[in-house]
């Protein structure tokens, strides 16, 4: 895997550890959406990316309130893609030195805890 990739799906793990420990404290559920492909038709080959987990959302009872997913490692151009759903708020991530960037601004735990909480107040009113 290069070096690149293993950075981006690094910091994907980080994220998906940011959304479980969110639905832990805020009542919403952690669910994963989808394995990789190249995970389920592996058949007997190691797998060597560090999760499986290819999408995964947080969810308010059935309905999903932020959906996210990665690049799967066949795409060239690869990224995180945040959608907050019942909207058109969606974010594009790449990997940087240090984790995600949004832009050239790190997209930090904070940033997504700072997301769901106007999410989830929004979505309260």
């Known amino acids: 895997m290069a070096h690149d990739d293993a950075r981006l799906y690094g910091a994907w793990v ?16 952690f669910v994963k959406v989808s394995d990789f492909p190249d995970y389920i038709y592996r058949m ?4 060597d ?13 059935a309905q999903p309130l932020l959906v996210a997913s990665v690049s799967p490692r066949h795409v060239d151009l690869k990224a995180v893609q945040l959608r907050l759903m019942g909207g058109s708020k969606h974010w594009h991530l790449h990997a940087g030195a240090e984790g995600l960037l949004e832009g050239k601004r790190p997209f930090t735990r904070q940033r997504l805890h700072a997301l769901l909480d106007g999410a989830v107040q929004g979505g309260a009113a």
Do not use: I, K, V
């Open 44 to 47: 007997e080959r190691p797998y």
């Open 14 to 29: 980080d994220l998906l550890g940011w959304m479980q420990d969110y639905a832990t404290f805020s009542g919403l559920e």
């Open 49 to 61: 990316l560090p999760t499986t987990t290819a999408s995964a959302s947080l969810n308010r009872g």
